[in-house]
């Protein structure tokens, strides 16, 4: 069974803080890694997609890295503002299976102003 | 920006009964899946959709569950027999491409609530 585990849970933090979340999936069999930003009533939105041990990706304040010999990738947000609060998903493909994701349960972000 | 739409957002239905859930996929992508999670619980796949045929399903995806493309647009979910545990918000994602190394565009759901 394949499980996704996020880290942590939930998070408060001030405006203009930094900060950073884990994600962590099997090591073995990997294709790619996801991230997705959701925002309640909205859709979730691909931030990140990633593919090789070693990747760092950034968009703006956001960016993220992979490390698929350990299992592990980073969500880093730099400077955090209200606009950021919402919930961060990882999602991971295998190479058995690479039209589906596998999602962790996500970290729920608030900034307080 | 292309998106993803789901109608209705959200569905009250009384056990037993047939719902139908409608995407409408980004135009020029050719896969087609459905997600649902349950209240407190993680994003679950529940199947994929390629070339007018299922390409993989997961446990969850039994004979109650069935998808379409019934034109060129829409892209369906149906669950035939409503339980209390289908209760969920379910999403429609499509790709550009199948291999999961690229982005999905998702829709922002249909809250399902069987009473």
């Known amino acids: 069974i394949l499980n996704v585990e996020q880290s942590p849970q939930s998070l408060h933090v001030q405006e203009g803080d930094s900060t950073n979340f884990t994600c962590s999936f099997p090591s073995s069999n990997f294709y790619a890694l996801h991230w997705y930003r959701w925002e309640t009533a909205k859709s979730p939105e691909a931030l990140f997609v990633m593919t090789l041990n070693g990747d760092e990706k950034k968009k703006g304040r956001i960016s993220a890295t992979l490390n698929t010999k350990e299992g592990y990738s980073y969500l880093y947000i730099k400077g955090s503002q209200p606009e950021d609060s919402a919930t961060y998903l990882c999602a991971f493909t295998s190479g058995g299976s690479n039209y589906k994701l596998t999602f962790g349960k996500g970290t729920l972000l608030t900034v307080n102003p | 920006e292309p998106e993803v739409t789901q109608t209705p957002s959200h569905q009250v239905t009384q056990m037993g009964q047939e719902v139908i859930l409608r995407c409408v996929p980004i135009?020029?992508?050719?896969?087609f899946y459905w997600y649902r999670q349950i209240l407190g619980q993680k994003v679950e796949f529940l199947v994929s959709?390629?070339?007018?045929?299922?390409s993989e399903k997961s446990e969850i995806f039994d004979d109650q569950f069935s998808v379409e493309r019934p034109d060129g647009s829409n892209f369906t979910l149906k669950i035939r027999s409503t339980k209390l545990e289908d209760s969920a918000m379910y999403f429609c994602?499509?790709?550009?491409w199948g291999q999961g190394g690229y982005g999905y565009t998702f829709g922002s759901g249909t809250r399902l609530t069987v009473v």
């Open positions: 994602a499509s790709s550009e």
């Open positions: 135009s020029n992508h050719l896969y």
């Open positions: 959709f390629y070339n007018n045929e299922i």
